[in-house]
Nanobody, 124 residues
């Protein structure tokens, strides 16, 4: 059974940085995608960034391009989301997600597993 455990959320000032980590375990296939979604109060959950296990190709939501970077450490089975230049529109609960479709960041119904979520707050 796939398990996803997120850490790294918190409070940061506008323009600040945070790094989220997702420790993954239980994959039975080498073919998967893993990434981050977020959901702010009153808004739909949206795919922020995803990375494919096969070739490391990445997806970024337009509003985070150039500010957020997704990376993976295969030895530690961990995926990171480095978030820089955080803006007031970035606060949300951030969820780690995994699935078999490398396009799952766009098609959220392709997500097979969710983490418990971690809160990111941007405030001065």
């Amino acid at each position: 059974q796939v398990q996803l455990v997120e850490t790294g959320g918190g409070l940061v000032q506008p323009g600040g940085s945070l790094r989220l980590s997702c420790a993954a375990s239980g994959f039975t296939s080498d073919w998967y995608a893993i990434g981050w979604f977020r959901q702010a109060p009153g808004k739909e959950r949206e795919g922020v960034s995803c990375i494919a296990s096969t070739d490391g190709s990445t997806y970024y939501l337009d509003s985070v391009k150039g500010r957020f970077t997704i990376t993976r450490d295969n030895a530690k089975n961990t995926v990171y989301l480095q978030m820089n230049s955080l803006k007031p529109e970035d606060p949300a609960v951030y969820y780690c997600a995994a699935g078999e479709n490398p396009f799952m960041c766009v098609y959220s119904n392709e997500v097979k597993n969710w983490g418990q979520g971690t809160q990111v707050t941007v405030s001065s």
